[in-house]
């Protein structure tokens, strides 16, 4: 096993003043390939400036990241791009489908910053929304889809260039029991797949499909002794 | 081109990529992509039809006017420099008694003659009977004419015969008259076989023949014409110089073409002494003419066709910005799935660009279409420059690529924090 997939050192952000916010204090975590891991809290908690962190949407105000083995707080804007672009995919709260756009157009916007060579887009995009069990509905538009399938649309999105590190913010925020059931599910399937998953919620049943509960409050990242990992 | 501290490749849009998501971007509101063209298609549309309309009108002017104008050469006695003439009178003319023959000499000339309106009537009263002189008189031009000035003139004769030699040499008493000139004093073209007579002044002149048009000189007036040198034993040498509307000319009609060339020669030919006192007027060149129609009108047009393609950037530029505005959250999406901020702007940038150039192009057509539809109802040929035409649907995407500017930098500053968290 290489160097792990995510790698804090006293990551901090505070937004600046006046008065500044301490929305993250220094927290230090280490996240190995294949971990799931649940990141629980209320809400303005610092959940949210973490996932934007953990995604490279945001800059930290200090200490370090190392994702993949890269200091990113090292890197610029183009560097940090193409991190996004080719190893984290990230799944919204609410999706952020493009309405206009079909399920298989909506995979294949995720390639189109990436150097994936043309030629190999329709046939990727097709296995992912496979391997989310939408198959059968790629041409369909999004507003024609339920709740649950645009989410999954939105994990196949996120799942289609194989990235090292699946970021999910409030994954089944937006869905029924059944349809969050159904994705929490296939979140389960793709980490037994090997897929490196952090959930961020505030939904406990959602935190208890991780093998990894981390918890923030007041900016303060902690993790139970008792779920410590081998 | 790979990066130096992840090994990954740089993120990038290709440019065919780019155009792609721009027409995607237009065609998923197709209503509001028509409207936001609307200006540049009116824009790019008035500039093609004016300069198209110009040039046909102007094509089918000269086309009308030339033939006449460009056979056409005219020669005005400017008068001597020193006046040696005795008080009351005036000097003689600067053309000599065999103007004609000499004009005639030159290659290209069909017909050439000297002419004036004559002046120095003690009343100017003109009347078909010596009876009427007076009471029922009439005001006509009266015009002294050479015989080749007659025929240079493109009379078309309705009865008698033109002016002729034997007539002029003898300066007799004989004159020309136009159809209206003849009805007005009483005189029936069917009837000149019993010698009417004009009066003008108690003198009479025999009628000879009647003309209902001319080409030059006496066209859209009603003139009296009388041979040349009976005007000079009668009412002495015509004023010189050019604004007297006295002076004596020259009218020469030529073979097509000849004109240009029939003017260099001819003052020099008729008057190889002083030929600078003989002012010479060459029909003006197409170009010449085509300019002098297309100018103010076409100048008008052009300032119209610039509001609307000035209105069309602000419609273009206003509908982006609502996009982008509209759009937040998927640039946040874009920039979450790997793009830079340069490759938003590069989208918007891209949409507005491709609904200008759409703009231009359909423009183009409509502005080609109108030009063409409207020469055909006339029956004229259509003229459309390509230098003109063919770049401006170009027209249309700078100004789609400059009302893009502003949107698309506002896109590309978006932070994708903000555009995630709406909606």
Known sequence: MGAPVIELDGLARTYPGPPPVPALRPASLVIEEGDYVAVTGPSGS???????????????????????????????????????????????????????????????????????????????????????????????????LSGGECQRVAIARALVNSPALLLCDEP??????????????????????????????????????????????????????????? | MPSSATGLPSPRLAARDAAAEAVAGIVQRPG???????????????????????????????????????????????GPANDIAPPGTNPAMAFPADADAIASHLNGVTAAG????????????????????????????????????????GLRMVAGSPLSTYENDAAQHVAMLDTTAAAALGISPARLGSDPAVFVDGVAYTVTGVYSSALRVVTGQSAMLIPENTALADYGNPQP????????????????????????????AELPTDPSRLVVTAPPGPQALQSEISGDLAGLFLILA???????????????????????????????????????????????????????????CTGVAAVVIFAASKDWTAILNPVYTLPAPLIGSVVGLLAGAYPALRAARTSPLAALRHS
Request: hydrophobic share 45%.
């Open chain 2, 306 to 364: 610039l509001i609307s393609l000035l209105i069309g950037a602000v419609g273009i530029a206003n509908t982006t910005l609502v996009a982008v505005l509209e759009r937040t959250g998927e640039i946040g999406l874009r920039r979450a799935v790997g793009a830079r901020p340069r490759h938003i702007a590069a989208q918007f940038l891209a949409e507005s660009t491709t609904l200008g150039t759409l703009g231009g192009l359909i423009g183009t």
């Open chain 1, 172 to 230: 089944t925020g937006n869905l029924d029991s059944a349809n969050a059931a159904a994705v929490m599910g296939l979140l389960d399937q793709l980490n037994a797949a090997g897929y490196t998953i952090v959930v961020i919620t505030h939904d406990p049943h959602v935190a208890a499909h991780a093998r990894r509960a981390v918890t923030i409050s007041d900016g303060v990242l902690s993790e139970p002794i008792e779920a410590g990992h081998a």
């Open chain 2, 114 to 153: 000297v002419w004036w309106p004559v002046s120095g009537l003690q009343t100017g009263t003109f009347s078909g009977s010596l009876a009427l002189s007076g009471a029922a008189s009439q005001t006509v031009n009266m015009v002294a004419a050479s015989p080749g000035a007659v025929r240079a003139m």
């Open chain 2, 32 to 78: 509001r992509a028509v409207l936001t063209m609307l200006g540049t298609v009116l824009g790019v549309g008035a500039f093609v039809a004016v300069l198209g309309l110009t040039a046909t009108g102007a094509g089918q002017i000269s086309k009308q006017f030339t033939a006449l104008q460009d056979t056409t050469v005219t020669v005005e006695d400017n």
């Open chain 1, 46 to 144: 610092g959940k949210s400036t973490l996932l934007h962190l953990l995604g490279l949407l945001d800059t930290p105000t200090g200490g370090s990241y190392r994702l993949d083995g890269h200091d990113t707080s090292a890197l610029g804007d183009r560097d940090r791009s193409a991190l996004r672009g080719r190893r984290i995919g990230i799944v919204f709260q609410a999706f952020h489908l493009l309405p206009y756009r079909t399920a298989v157009e909506n995979v294949l916007l995720a390639q189109l910053y990436n150097n994936t060579p043309r030629g190999g887009r329709a046939a990727a995009a097709a296995g992912a929304l496979d391997a989310v069990g939408l198959g059968r509905r790629m041409d369909a538009l999004p507003t024609t």
């Open chain 2, 241 to 268: 110089g050019i604004g007297t509307q006295g002076e004596a000319q020259m009218v020469i009609a030529t073979r097509i073409g000849a004109a240009g060339q029939v003017a260099k020669q001819i003052a020099a």
